[in-house]
């Protein structure tokens, strides 16, 4: 089976929204990287985080990164207000 790259990439980036934390104004805020190094590595390489290959726990979001993260994550996980 053939798998959807992109779609993959915005299921991480989504998920990486569950994790973020130290989000300070003027900062992408960070976020938990316990997911699949490759996909980490396309969101990096499509600019959404930080280099994901450190000793740190975590990966820092970009403006457009926190952005868009919050955005798939209402998108693709979302309940419709009752």
Do not use: C
Not at 40 to 69: C, W
Request: charged share 30%; aromatic share 10%.
């Amino acid at each position: 089976m053939k798998l959807n790259t992109d779609r993959i990439d915005e299921a991480v980036l989504a998920l990486l929204y569950l994790g973020l934390h130290d989000n300070h104004p003027g900062t992408g805020g960070r976020a938990w990287k316990s997911f699949d190094w490759d996909a980490m590595s396309r969101l990096y390489e499509k600019g959404y985080i930080t280099d994901p290959v450190n000793k740190a726990k975590s990966v820092m979001f970009t403006e457009q990164g926190l952005h868009e993260s919050r955005r798939l994550l209402t998108a693709l996980f979302g309940e419709p207000d009752k």
